[in-house]
């Protein structure tokens, strides 16, 4: 059973970064499809950004472009968060499955089966 683990959360000024990192244990394929999302009270949860960590490129919606990054080393995923902006506050999650789910779209919480039980970014000015 796949796990995740989310920290790095935490508050920060607007303009700021922050990074967060997301443990993945309990796969046994080589790579997987990892996921970042957000979550603001009263919202759904919203995709962020996406990677396979068996290569290509990262997937990212529009209003994070330019400022987060998505990466990984080993069984560990990131995202880089820079020129945060107050919008960017809300409740962090890391997703990841280790099947390609071949049409389903990145963007879509069904698409991975793994969970963290989420980090809080607070960004304020």
């Known amino acids: 059973q796949m796990i995740t683990r989310e920290s790095g959360g935490g508050s920060v000024e607007t303009g700021g970064s922050l990074t967060l990192s997301c443990v993945v244990t309990?796969?046994?394929?080589?790579?997987?499809?990892a996921a970042w999302f957000r979550q603001v009270l009263g919202k759904e949860r919203e995709a962020l950004a996406a990677?396979?960590?068996?290569?290509?490129t990262a997937n990212y919606i529009d209003s994070v472009k330019g400022r987060f990054t998505i990466s990984h080393t080993k069984n560990t995923l990131y995202l880089q968060m820079t020129n945060l902006e107050s919008n960017d506050t809300g409740t962090y999650y890391c997703?990841?499955?280790?099947?390609?789910?071949?049409?389903?779209?990145?963007?879509?919480?069904?698409?991975?089966?793994?969970w963290g039980q989420g980090i809080q970014v607070t960004v304020s000015s």
């Open positions: 990677i396979y960590t068996g290569g290509g």
């Open positions: 309990g796969y046994t394929t080589r790579s997987i499809y």
């Open positions: 997703a990841a499955d280790r099947l390609s789910k071949n049409g389903m779209s990145w963007q879509r919480a069904e698409r991975y089966n793994a």
